[in-house]
């Protein structure tokens, strides 16, 4: 059998768990096994321990299912990769944490935190045509950063948001990355992250993520060339 050298996992999903998704764990796996996926991280949002239902399907199917979480900052929401419940404790539970604060604990727990979706749309009064792309600026002062996500599966539709947040993550020295954030099975895979070594562990994924060594991808879109974390 041939080497694989790609490793697609989609880095932000959501289900049920998050309060605000319908999306049943059983569904989104058997949705991100259709898609090709070599793995997934859920994020739900505000609570680590929301997803861990997801330790049993693990199990059952042996699909590698990793479990973040995302929180709301006040610098805008972050994802935290590599933790352990028991080291976590649901640390951060529905509140607005300080992102530098989530940044620190994450790293001391031998995880990583990388903001969500940096930017938004601004609309402009009485202009037609695309809607100006508005960096969240607040990130670029944050320390121990390992990556931003470059590529959000709602924004699959515009690349120019991409293309944007690759060049930010670029001048910042960071890694990019990409998840589909769905809430609907439907939509797992949308965007997701191409890594060059295998993914079998929470450690592999952080020690991954610390390496440059990856992409973002937005489904069905030519590979994204100028976007690649290596540095030059
Ligand atoms: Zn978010
Ligand atoms: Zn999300």
Not at 34 to 47: A, M, P, R, V, W
Not at 52 to 74: C, Q
Not at 116 to 130: I, K, M, N, S, T
Request: charged share 25%; proline share 5%; aromatic share 8%.
């Amino acid at each position: 059998m041939r080497k694989k050298r790609e490793f697609r996992i989609d880095l932000h999903v959501h289900s049920v768990f998050s309060g605000e998704s319908l999306a049943r764990p059983e569904d989104i796996v058997e949705a991100a096994i259709s898609k090709g996926l070599d793995g997934i991280c859920i994020t739900e949002h505000g609570s680590l321990y929301a997803s861990a239902p997801f330790e049993e399907l693990k199990r059952k199917t042996g699909f590698p299912i990793f479990r973040g979480v995302e929180l709301a900052t006040d610098a805008g929401h972050m994802l935290v990769y590599g933790v352990r419940d028991s080291d976590w404790d649901d640390w951060g539970k529905d509140i607005v944490c300080n992102a530098q604060e989530v940044i620190l604990r994450a790293r001391a727990l031998g995880g990583v935190a990388v903001p969500a979706h940096p930017c938004r749309l601004a609309e402009r009064r009485g202009y037609v045509g695309e809607p100006k792309i508005v960096l969240d600026e607040r990130i670029a002062s944050l320390r121990y950063l390992a990556a931003i996500e470059v590529c959000n599966g709602k924004h699959s539709g515009n690349p120019s948001i991409c293309e944007v947040l690759g060049r930010f993550a670029k001048s910042l020295g960071l890694g990019q990355t990409g998840g589909s954030d769905a809430h609907i099975p439907e939509d797992v895979g949308r965007s997701y992250t191409v890594f060059r070594t295998p993914i079998l562990t929470e450690e592999d994924l952080v020690k991954a993520l610390l390496s440059l060594s990856y992409y973002p991808q937005n489904e069905g879109l030519p590979h994204f060339s100028t976007s690649d974390s290596r540095p030059a």
